[in-house]
């Protein structure tokens, strides 16, 4: 703020790839665990000894948890490289 002078807190280094603040490679860390253990999920979820109701959470938590840390990852991306896979 140019008024009083107050700095703005930031989470991500935006429009430089090769540079980071810790908590934005923490956090991109964090989901990349998350979409791995949803494909782990997934893979329990065709065990034989599996009930039907786990098999529906696991596949269900499973789908999810990799939908989500997709799609945070391509969000990370375009905050980090405005237009990124956008066409005009």
């Keep these: 703020n140019k008024a009083t002078g107050s700095l ?5 280094l935006p429009n430089r790839v090769n540079g980071q603040y810790i ?9 990349f ?7 782990i999920l997934l893979d329990m979820s065709n065990a034989p000894s599996a009930s ?3 098999r529906f959470l696991m596949i269900l938590s499973g789908l999810l948890s990799i939908m989500v840390s997709f799609h945070l990852c391509q969000l990370f991306i375009r905050i980090k ?5 956008i066409s005009e």
Excluded: D, S
């Design 8 to 12: 703005k807190p930031v989470a991500f």
């Design 23 to 31: 908590i934005e490679g923490l956090a991109a860390g964090f989901l």
């Design 33 to 39: 665990c998350m979409g791995g253990a949803g494909f």
């Design 52 to 54: 039907r109701n786990n």
């Design 81 to 85: 490289i405005p237009g990124y896979l």
